[in-house]
Each structure stands twice: as C-alpha cells, then as structure tokens.
C-alpha cells in the first residue's frame, strides 16, 4: 500500500487523537496535526506582486477539506 499522511486541522485534537490511537499500528500511515493557523500575508498589505509563476502547494483543495471536516488525506 503507497503512503498515506492524514492531516488534522489545527482546531480540532480530539481528531487528531482519534486517528493516532486509530492508525498506531499502521505503518504506511502517519498522521500529523496541521501547524498553520492563517495566512502570513494579509489582505491589505502592501507587498512586491508575486513573482511566482506556478501554486506550488499540490492540492489547493486541501484547505477547504480541512476547513469542513476537520481533517484530510493526501500522499506525502
């Protein structure tokens, strides 16, 4: 089985100690609580444009899966 990483919104422990007791004996299987809390650039504030050509996170979904149901899965 390929690798899986849980991640567990920030504001929610008791899922990320739900999935950890759940998965402790799972291998292929890590589960991680997600360590942002915000954005660092606030709307508003004055900056550089983005020189960036390309999003580099990989699924920008995972966001808006973390924000509804407290967590997400994704291959690390």
Do not use: C, Y
């Amino acid at each position: 089985m390929a690798p899986l990483l849980l991640i567990v919104a920030w504001n929610r422990p008791d899922l990320w100690d739900l999935w950890r007791r759940w998965f402790v004996a799972v291998e292929d299987v890590q589960v991680v609580l997600d360590q942002r809390r915000e954005e660092r650039r606030q709307r508003g504030e004055a900056h550089e444009p983005d020189r960036r050509r390309v999003e580099r996170r990989r699924q920008p979904g995972l966001k808006d899966e973390l924000l509804s149901t407290g967590f997400a899965i994704t291959r690390p």
